[in-house]
């Protein structure tokens, strides 16, 4: 059997019972320790999901030994900073999307991690379940004919008004949030098809200063084929959907960053409409699943440091092409 991967959690954020909690027991991953601002409020997290101990402190969760692999679901403008700490106190990271504030940081956090000599993986989890797959496979198959178009919606209802993710000092904002990951998703696909996406425009409007409230791209991918974005924390209901137009047909996922939610690709050709179920078994499994196969037996990861760079590098082009600046970043952790 394969050795447990033996994690550290930085903080108590909710997002940690999907992304990791759940697919550990599933893997048989070890969660080691979890350390937050408030001790009290990590003892109880580790209580109530069988984390092993409690640390003091960010940085003395850091210093644990034991710990190989730190998992940050922080507040998105702690990523970069305690991702850097991380891997300079010598751990692996799963980072939670987006790695860092802006490209910049980004670049960074990669730089720092190839001098160490330890992985970043940032958390797009979607990539390593088989829906995902199946849309590469339709766009690139020929089952669809020529791709003609692609649409990706990462629309959700507007979080409170005191959430952080409406912060402009802790890297919010829509396309951060949610819209990163259509971003990535048309970066994934571009990929398949055989190059980079080239961005066209971008409009957005503003919750306060500085902050998308939602955000639309449109994007040529390979080809000349137009892709469109759109991203938002304003939607009446979420979207997180998926649809791929080809010359002899069509594809449409509802739920393509929520396997575990909706499976289903609806798949249209001359013959009529099927739906295929890919499983909802966790793409979050898959991706805890994929960074132990890399970390045991050198298994490459999609989501790696320098996928990460690329990705911020557009949502900060995004921005600016939506009359918006990149993200602020923070202090570095000392």
């Known amino acids: 059997m394969t050795e447990p991967l033996r994690v550290g959690i930085l903080g108590a954020a909710r997002i940690t019972e999907l992304s990791l909690i759940g697919p550990a027991r599933t893997t048989g991953d070890r969660l080691v320790a979890v350390a937050a601002r408030d001790r009290s409020r990590a003892a109880a997290f580790a209580a109530r999901h069988g984390v092993e101990r409690v640390a003091d402190s960010y940085a003395a969760l850091l210093d644990d030994p034991e710990i190989e692999v730190v998992y940050n679901p922080l507040a998105n403008a702690l990523h970069g900073p305690w991702n850097q700490a991380a891997v300079q106190a010598g751990k692996h ?5 987006p790695s860092a504030s802006n490209a910049e940081e980004a670049r960074e956090v990669r730089d720092v991690a190839e001098k160490a000599g330890k992985t970043v993986m940032e958390g797009f989890h979607y990539p390593y379940h088989p829906l ?24 959700m ?13 802790l890297a919010g904002g829509g396309l951060m949030d949610v819209g990163c990951y259509a971003v990535h998703a048309l970066r994934m ?8 996406p080239r ?10 200063p500085g902050v998308d409230a939602w955000l639309d791209a449109d994007l040529e991918l390979p080809g000349g084929i137009p ?9 009446a209901e979420y979207d997180f959907s998926y649809r791929l137009t080809g010359s002899r047909g069509e594809a449409y996922a509802p739920e393509f960053v929520r396997p575990h939610l909706g499976d289903t690709l609806e798949v249209t050709g001359p013959d009529g409409t099927r739906v295929e179920e890919l499983g909802r078994r966790s793409s979050y499994t898959y991706q805890l699943e994929a960074l132990a196969a890399h970390l045991r037996d050198g298994s490459p990861v999609l989501t790696d440091a320098d996928d990460a760079v690329a990705n911020m590098e557009l949502v900060d082009e995004v921005y600016r092409a939506a009359g918006l600046a990149p993200r602020p970043r923070t202090a570095p952790v000392t």
Request: hydrophobic fraction near 40%.
């Open 93 to 97: 990271v799963l980072t939670e999307k």
């Open 132 to 155: 995902h797959a199946r849309l590469l496979e339709l766009a690139t198959s020929g089952e669809l004919g020529e791709v003609r178009a692609v649409e990706v919606h990462m629309v």
């Open 157 to 169: 209802p507007p979080p409170g008004d005191d959430d952080p993710r409406w912060q402009l000092d």
């Open 189 to 196: 696909l571009s990929g398949a098809l055989g190059g980079a």
């Open 199 to 208: 961005l066209l425009g971008a409009r957005a409007g503003e919750r306060d």
């Open 227 to 235: 892709a469109t974005l759109r991203s938002g924390m304003n939607g």
